[in-house]
């Protein structure tokens, strides 16, 4: 364990960047966007791998694959944004206690749930993150930081292709008898 004592940042201050040309203000209201929908993913992230090892069934196959995938979507997506961050002179949100307490969503309890159950909870999640991303993307555009708008506006793209699919996957036609 290191035993460095100086801190280089807090967590809860922003300076902004000269390089990028936005002030610590804007920058603020930009972290704390970005790191709410960070810790957002991090649970979502942690609840989908939970379901991806839990799958059972008939359709374990395609549903254990789709969800590492989006697992994988996830954590890439949390990646960029704590780039993004950290560009705009912040620091991301990385701790358990302040991802709990930052995130938009609230994480299914640890049990085990049968796999519609599973997806309707990770659908609901998706959703929440859907509209928080969408309220992200007005406030980057309307404090001129185009970058992070696009960033944000990207990703929804593969939030919304994720729910959708999870949505399919909740329809009622299916090949397994009862």
Not at 51 to 58: C, I, K, P
Not at 89 to 114: I, K, N, R, S
């Amino acid at each position: 364990m290191s035993t460095q004592q100086t801190v280089r940042q807090r967590a809860d201050e922003v300076e902004g960047s000269d390089a990028l040309r936005i002030d610590s203000d804007k920058a603020s209201q930009l972290v704390d966007a970005l790191n709410t929908d960070l810790a957002s993913t991090f649970v979502l992230y942690h609840q989908l791998k939970k379901h991806h090892w839990n799958v059972e069934g008939a359709e374990f196959r395609d549903l254990h694959l789709f969800l590492g995938e989006a697992a994988d979507e996830a954590e890439e997506f949390a990646d960029e944004l704590a780039e993004r961050a950290q560009a705009l002179g912040g620091v991301p949100v990385a701790g358990m206690d302040a991802l709990t307490e930052q995130a938009a969503v609230e994480a299914e309890d640890e049990d085990v749930y049968d796999i519609r159950t599973s997806l309707e909870n990770d659908m609901a999640m998706y959703g929440d993150i859907i509209e928080s991303l969408r309220d992200h993307v007005e406030l980057a555009e309307n404090l001129g930081d185009p970058t992070t708008a696009h960033l944000l506006r990207e990703n929804l793209i593969e939030v919304e292709e994720a729910a959708h699919h999870i949505e399919h996957y909740l329809e009622d036609d299916t090949l397994v008898n009862e």
